[in-house]
């Protein structure tokens, strides 16, 4: 029998039982609990399983489906149950969700509210409120997204391959609004690979350097040749591609030996002009012509969705809420719409990304309430067609 009638739970009710759930990543158990006690009384299928071996997994992932009509349009919600480790100097404890304020500017602290629980719960309050025979609506809830993410989304999207449940559109449920709620979406991400380089010397004294080849030299050389590269100017859509060194070492504690092998890290940020692949053969070359080797791992491509139906329909529902007209973006770091776009077209928006990874982590009850309608209105939305 079907399910439509709403839970008895606010949203804020909802997002204070996730945020109540420790889920440091890779999250675990309990918070999948609550999850699926949340959306299987709503008729959803609700599929869990553990993926991947250490040092990156292993992993817990939810996949959970209600299913419309035969032919019926499908739209996915995706996000993350996992968290950042809150640190010391909250004023309350980080996962005892706390809400202060007076009513009607309520905020509801604990790590997570933002990033991305609050939006989960959103998500769950929208569809409490969508009839079954309305299309078909999906959840892609991963515990590792601010990990490595190597058995977390992509673990998903070979499940839902298999079942041959793709959805027709993704609403990604990051923290995507700056200033007030409503006033980002993010269409694209920039790609990311980071390359670990390493130089080899042969160790000697210092006083005598013709005995010697002294790695950190040729490492400095090979650095400054990659820092002065411009990549590029930007695009339509996208800023400039950056490259910026991020660690530097030899771990010699002798201040008389040339040591043997000096090392580093880069990390590069780059649009649509580029893939990763070809950058890192781009610093493999550099790195080979200064006698180093370049070690690179891509974290993600990057990718557009192009403004049209689906922003439209967003954009649509965030004016009908708000009021305010959303920009769209593409910056910002990775999430895992890298992954995702690979499924179906994929847009993220969600709360006010302030307090996100912070102390105090905090999200404004009213918001929590306004994002779950427009999450209700893109979905109707988007299952109409």
Known sequence: ?????????????????????????????MVFDCLENQLAPLGFEVTRFIAGEAPDGPVENLFAIRRGPEGSRHFAFAGHLDVVPPGEGWTSAPFLP?????????????????DMKGSIAAMVAAVTHIPPETGTVSFIITGDEEGPARFGTLALIDLMREKGEIPDLCLVGEPTSVNRLG???????????????????????????????NPITKLVAMLAELDAIVLDEGTDWFQASNLEVTDVSCGNPATNVIPAKASARISIRFNDLHTGEGLAARVAEIAQRHGGTARPVISGEAFLTQ???????????????????????????????????????????????????????????????????????????????
């Open 1 to 29: 029998m079907s399910q439509t009638a709403p839970l008895a739970a606010t949203v804020a009710d909802l997002a204070e039982a996730l945020i109540a759930c420790p889920s440091v990543t890779p999250a675990t158990g």
């Open 307 to 385: 403004p049209g139906a689906f922003s439209a329909m967003l954009a649509e529902a965030i004016r009908a809420e708000t009021g305010v007209e959303p920009e769209l973006s593409t910056s910002g770091g990775t999430s895992d719409a890298r992954f995702l776009k690979d499924l179906s077209p994929v847009i993220e928006f969600g709360l006010c990304n302030a307090t996100m990874h912070k102390r105090d982590e905090a999200v404004a009850v009213a918001d929590l309430e306004a994002l779950a309608r427009i999450y209700e209105q893109v979905t109707l939305a988007a299952l109409a067609g």
């Open 183 to 213: 006033d980002m979406m993010k269409v694209g991400r920039r790609g990311s690979v980071n390359i670990w380089l390493e130089v080899e010397g042969v160790q000697g004294h210092v006083a005598y350097p013709h005995l010697a080849d």
């Open 98 to 114: 706390e809400r202060r304020g007076p009513e009607g500017q309520e905020l509801l602290y604990g790590r997570g509210a933002v």
